[in-house]
């Protein structure tokens, strides 16, 4: 498996806090993505990186943000949660000329 | 914009039954394809891929895909499933003019497997 490690894995939160979930990755990939997983939905992408301090945006972008500060480190924040956020979290790293990507475990938030 | 559609949302089976998942993509140039496998409670893994040459694609576990370039179609077969493939099927397309290699996801298949 590749060396991604989602933190946390389980969250409980309330509607209007502010939520910061992590994805470390080992593979010094220049690539990392955040993806949201919804029954009926599939994936959808909400940020993606494609080097330090580089960031854009993705298809469901509206109410998070980014942060990349070093290679291995790609944090997703929701600055205030709601409960359409509800979802689970995959961050991913990717080989750029392939398309090719490798996933983490997954984080579950739950907004109340 | 690029889109990926995955026919059947739910299929159930029973065991060596065949199985085909179809997918389609709306985009008329180059792409490279993918199916990703979840089984229950764990992260997506690679199934198989297509880049290029034989359209004819094998994966792991007796999977293989088909690339029909004219039907913009990538559709999962394999020809005896087994209780261990119960899990959610997705069908992912990339452009390859896309800049960090974003992939586009279906809306996923759920398989159930009877024993």
């Known amino acids: 498996d590749a060396g991604i490690t989602q933190s946390p894995r389980h969250k409980v939160t309330e509607t209007g806090t502010p939520v910061t979930l992590r994805c470390h990755q080992t593979e010094n990939h220049r690539y990392m993505y955040w993806y949201r997983q919804d029954p009926g939905h599939g994936l959808r992408l909400i940020h993606y990186?494609?080097?330090?301090?580089?960031?854009d945006k993705g298809e469901v972008s509206d109410g998070y943000s980014v942060s990349r500060s070093k290679t291995e480190d790609f944090l997703l924040t929701l600055e205030s949660a709601t409960s359409s956020q509800t979802s689970v979290y995959f961050c991913?790293?990717?080989?750029?000329?392939?398309?090719?990507?490798?996933f983490g475990e997954g984080s579950r938030l739950t907004v109340l | 914009a690029q889109s990926v559609s995955q026919h059947n949302h739910h299929v159930i089976l029973s065991e060596a039954a065949s199985l085909e998942l179809g997918c389609n993509y709306s985009y008329g140039g180059t792409v490279n394809l993918f199916w990703y496998v979840q089984y229950p409670g764990q992260h997506l893994q690679l199934l198989l891929k297509y880049f290029s040459g034989d359209p004819l694609v094998k994966g792991i576990k007796g999977f293989e895909a088909e690339f029909i370039k004219s039907k913009f179609s990538f559709n999962l077969r394999k020809p005896s499933v087994q209780w261990s493939d119960t899990a959610e099927y997705f069908c992912a397309v990339n452009a390859q003019y896309n800049q960090g290699g974003k992939l586009i996801f279906g809306q996923g298949t759920e398989l159930s497997v009877k024993p």
């Open positions: 991913a790293i990717g080989t750029v000329n392939t398309g090719e990507l490798f």
């Open positions: 990186s494609y080097g330090v301090k580089d960031t």
